[in-house]
T-cell receptor, first 116, second 112 residues
Framework: GAVVSQHPSRVICKSGTSVKIECRSL??????MFWYRQFPKQSLMLMATSNEGSKATYEQGVEKDKFLINHASLTLSTLTVTSAHPEDSSFYICSAKGQGAREPQHFGDGTRLSIL | DAKTTQPTSMDCAEGRAANLPCNHS???????VYWYRQIHSQGPQYIIHGLKNNETNEMASLIITEDRKSSTLILPHATLRDTAVYYCIVSPLNTGGFKTIFGAGTRLFVKA
């Protein structure tokens, strides 16, 4: 089946650091990629949708200058958490959708970000 | 907001069929029903999707009512590894720009 690789799986860093998370579709081309965050015992919350070669569309309440998304190719999207603070600690998950209209989303295994 | 409602949690005995219901009474004609599951501390896993006909794959079966206002995901022989949160999502058949909004899902406990 379709595979999405997300890296790193876990990050622990100091407050004020910027952290980049990569999301790659390994065996298919992803026209659209999505970024979610998930707090403990809660559901996934959509942060933004990105289409290859265009600017990401952010959900209401998500700061685009805080969470920089780049979707430079059909197989790679990156999320950069800029100047991270403890409240940014969360589980970040990416997903990618193939080119067919009926294609489901395929998810990475997530990145657990801990800001000290 | 999510367009589906699901029970908060369910139990199932190992080896028995797990039937997970989902209500989507406001579903539109161009929206598919998708099911995903999330095992603890992992990313969600795609299970199955359908429009109006029943669907079956190696993981599960999806039964959609004739009026499409509800559906049931069936895991025919549940195992302990099927313990997870199961999400039912309706999403339009678009080539791009659609959103997948997750509700709270159903927490399925498979017990030995």
């Amino acid at each position: 089946g379709a595979v999405v690789s997300q890296h790193p799986s876990r990050v622990i860093c100091k407050s004020g650091t910027s952290v980049k998370i990569e999301c790659r579709s390994l065996d298919f081309q992803a026209t659209t990629m999505f970024w979610y965050r998930q707090f403990p015992k809660q559901s996934l919350m959509l942060m933004a949708t990105s289409n290859e070669g265009s600017k990401a569309t952010y959900e209401q309440g998500v700061e685009k200058d805080k969470f920089l998304i780049n979707h430079a190719s059909l197989t790679l999207s990156t999320l950069t958490v800029t100047s991270a603070h403890p409240e940014d600690s969360s589980f970040y998950i990416c997903s990618a959708k193939g080119q067919g209209a009926r294609e489901p989303q395929h998810f990475g295994d997530g990145t657990r970000l801990s800001i000290l | 907001d999510a367009k589906t409602t699901q029970p908060t949690s369910m139990d199932c005995a190992e080896g028995r069929a797990a039937n997970l219901p989902c209500n989507h009474s406001t579903i539109s004609g161009n929206e598919y029903v998708y099911w995903y599951r999330q095992i603890h501390s992992q990313g969600p896993q795609y299970i199955i999707h359908g429009l109006k006909n029943n669907e079956t794959n190696e993981m599960a079966s999806l039964i959609i009512t004739e009026d499409r206002k509800s559906s049931t995901l069936i895991l025919p022989h549940a195992t302990l590894r099927d313990t997870a949160v199961y999400y039912c999502i309706v999403s339009p058949l678009n080539t791009g720009g659609f959103k997948t909004i997750f509700g709270a899902g159903t927490r399925l406990f498979v017990k030995a």
